[in-house]
């Protein structure tokens, strides 16, 4: 592990270091997807655990912000776009196996029983998992696509609260704190310019607005 991650640089000598570079990136991008799958497992497992009960509030932060961090940074440290679909995907999989895992041993409930009612839920759902790996690699471009990519994941962030916000149920006050609070973070990890930071968060402010305008809509 040490090796995989190791910060030292060779210099293009000839193809032995090439294939130390190429080497260290296989295994850096191992380390990643087994990060995905395991801490996806363990997101998914504890919040289904304790989802009957923790306080309404905790569970408001906790689902499903926390998962949908662990995809952007499995994301964002991916070697390629690819590797870093593969890696939110990994993550998507490992929460979903880990709540019906722990609906199965702890609630003692019928794995997958209560999935099937709302199918388009859960695929829309591991979707929006799976697409916060790419747009996380895209937001650490120092370019106008990386602030693209940037203000889609802070929107899709600010967006989970426009259900809550439309229905004014009780968690509303603390998934858009939480949202908030990702989507300035967000903002000072990835963009590193003031033009970037405000085109970044105007993207981001006009998905979450153009997604609840939608959901009123309908």
Not at 62 to 76: F, H
Not at 190 to 213: E, H
Request: net charge neutral; proline share 4%.
């Amino acid at each position: 592990m040490v090796w995989a991650f190791s910060s030292r640089k060779h210099s293009p000598l000839g193809p032995e270091q090439e294939f130390i570079a190429l080497d260290r990136r296989d295994r850096r991008s191992q380390w990643y997807l087994l990060v995905a799958l395991i801490g996806g497992l363990v997101v998914g497992f504890v919040g289904a655990g304790l989802s009957s009960s923790a306080p309404f509030w905790l569970m408001a932060v906790y689902d499903p912000y926390l998962i949908m961090v662990l995809a952007v940074i499995v994301g964002a440290g991916a070697a390629g776009f690819g590797w870093s679909l593969l890696n939110s995907s990994m993550a998507a999989f490992g929460a979903l196996v880990g709540q019906i895992t722990a609906d199965s041993a702890i609630h003692h409930e019928v794995p997958l029983g209560g999935l099937g009612s709302a199918p388009g839920g859960l695929v829309v759902g591991l979707a929006v998992i799976a697409l916060l790996g790419p747009l996380g690699y895209g937001a650490t471009r120092c370019d106008r696509l990386g602030g693209v990519c940037y203000g889609l994941t802070a929107g899709v962030l600010l967006s989970m609260t426009a259900e809550e916000l439309m229905a004014m149920t009780e968690e509303w006050p603390y998934a858009l704190s939480a949202s908030a609070l990702l989507w300035a973070g967000f903002l000072l990890l990835f963009r590193r310019r003031i033009g970037d930071r405000i085109f970044g968060a105007v993207v981001g402010l006009a998905y979450s607005v153009g997604y609840g305008l939608v959901l009123q809509a309908l």
